[in-house]
């Protein structure tokens, strides 16, 4: 008898649960936009017997249904942390990278030679008809190997850029990805976002500068003034990851 009355009171109270959800659900506006994840949410999809058939229907009415969850992001935040709780290396795109470095997973298996080559034969084509100049700025896996989680598979960009070069001829190619790597322990990447650094930024132009036979850039010719106290965040738009802090210079 109490096994009976318990199993009712689980069900019960499971059935009062969703029911709750659900109203909470219809008495909550759809959102338009995610300023958290920087990215447009699902809206509700049309109704229509096609669509129901062929199946779309039901996949766009679990997308809507997750995205406008009531308190989404509040959940999705709970599981970030239990994620970086377990060490998990990876979460969404994303790589928890050492010394709280977010780097953006570029899954070599998404790139196909086929690509490569169709890419670099457009390139070739822009630079024959230009007689233009080619420098490919590598991303932060690639140059800061040392931050990435063990054993996390990363893009070759060295073997791609050594067949941009051989495509476009050494004279039209800027060696970048040798700069950058001279300089792989210094800020040249900020720690949430996925771009470079100023100071990255004049390693790269003192490249450039060189390969035009300039004179290049010196340090002393800028004055590092802080810009801001928090870091750029375009891989930090994952509840739960919280804002990090840090003097972010700019040299003027």
């Known amino acids: ?40 949410l699902a809206s509700r999809p049309t109704f229509s017997w096609e669509s129901l058939l062929s199946g779309e229907y039901g996949d766009d009415y679990e997308e809507y249904m997750s995205d406008q969850f009531v308190g989404r992001d509040k959940w999705v935040g709970i599981k970030t942390r239990a994620d970086i709780l377990f060490q998990k290396k990876e979460i969404n795109g994303v790589y ?36 233009a100049k080619v420098m490919l700025v590598p991303t932060a896996d690639n140059i800061l190997t040392d931050k990435l989680p063990a054993f996390a598979p990363h893009y070759d960009e060295m073997r791609l850029l050594a067949k941009v070069k051989e495509s476009v001829g050494e004279e039209h190619y800027i060696d970048v990805y040798s700069a950058l790597q001279e300089h792989a322990g210094e800020p040249i990447y900020y720690r949430t976002d996925h771009h470079w650094t100023s100071l990255g930024a004049f390693y790269g132009a003192n490249a450039l500068l060189n390969a035009l036979g300039k004179e290049p850039l010196k340090e002393d010719d800028f004055t590092p003034q802080i810009a801001s106290t928090d870091q750029p965040r375009s891989l930090l738009r994952i509840p739960g990851m919280g804002r990090q802090h840090g003097k972010i210079p700019l040299s003027v």
């Open 96 to 131: 928890l990278g050492a010394d709280r470095y977010l780097i953006r997973v570029n899954d070599p298996e998404e790139y196909t030679e086929q690509m490569e080559d169709s890419r670099i034969a457009s390139l070739k084509k822009l630079v024959n008809r230009w007689d």
């Open 1 to 40: 008898m109490d096994d009976k009355r318990n199993a009712l009171l689980t069900v019960g109270l499971i059935c009062a649960v969703l029911f709750i959800l659900g109203i909470a659900d219809l008495c909550n506006s759809d959102r338009i936009y995610s300023e958290t994840e920087n990215r447009v």
